[in-house]
Structures are given as C-alpha cells and as structure tokens.
C-alpha cells in the first residue's frame, strides 16, 4: 500500500529523464536531421505513462538518432549528389529560408535513415559470407 502511494505520489516513470540521458550519451547519436545533439523529451507512452524519450529540441522531433558519420554523409549526399529521401518541392532559399531549412533538415533525416540501413545490411551481409 505504502509503495502504490508513493506512486501515485511521486509519478513512476517508465523511462526517467537520467535513465534516457545516459542511453543518448552511450549511444553517441546526433538528431538524423540537423545533427545536433539529442535531449530527454518528457511525454506519455501508450500506456498513459509518464516517460522520457529521446529527441531533438531544435527540430521538435522524436529521434533516436545516427551516429555523426552517418548525418555527414547523408548531409553530403544531400548538398553535393542531390540525393533525395521525399520528391516535394524543394523551396527557394532566399525567397522562403525558413522553408527551406525545413526541407533540407527533412530531406537529410531521410537519407540519414537510408545511410544507416545500408550499412547495417553491410555488416550483416559482411559477416554472413564470413561465416560460409
Ligand atoms: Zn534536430
């Protein structure tokens, strides 16, 4: 009785805000759009519960995020090959800056996920043919 009290209390959550920091800080990941760095975002699960996840402040976003290298190269794709994750207009720069960096930031979030399965399936693929 005592414990459901201090419960109800003082709210359990599932994930709290120190827990989720240190996950972010092990994992080394950036937010997959901007690359900037990932904060404990307070919410409510499914389940109604109070919880932390991770997430990127500046882009309002939910995210457990890529490892640096991997929002560079998507970046790169990006600005330098005209890779593209989404084919909505891309917005003027100068005539709606705001827009653009919208785009931009959600276009290399895209890649950024394409980017990390590549690898992923790279080093699956890599140890499976060691493996034979
Ligand atoms: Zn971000």
């Not at 794709?77 to 207009?89: D, I, K, M």
């Not at 979030?109 to 140890?127: H, N, R, W």
Request: glycine letters at 6%; a negative charge; proline letters at 4%.
């Amino acid at each position: 009785m005592y414990n459901t009290m201090k419960k109800l209390e003082n709210l359990v959550y599932i994930t709290s805000r120190e827990d989720c920091q240190a996950a972010i800080d092990k994992s080394g990941c950036v937010c997959k759009c901007c690359g900037g760095i990932l904060t404990p975002i307070e919410t409510i699960d499914n389940s109604n519960q109070p919880t932390y996840w991770s997430g990127c402040a500046s882009c309002q976003r939910y995210d457990y995020g890529v490892k640096p290298i991997i929002h560079e190269i998507a970046h790169q794709l990006v600005t330098r090959r005209f890779y593209r994750a989404y084919h909505n207009e891309q917005p003027d720069e100068t005539k709606d800056p705001i827009a653009f960096e919208y785009w931009l930031k959600s276009q290399i979030g895209g890649i950024s996920a394409q980017v990390q399965d590549i690898i992923y399936l790279y080093k699956e693929l890599c140890t499976i043919s060691i493996n034979i």
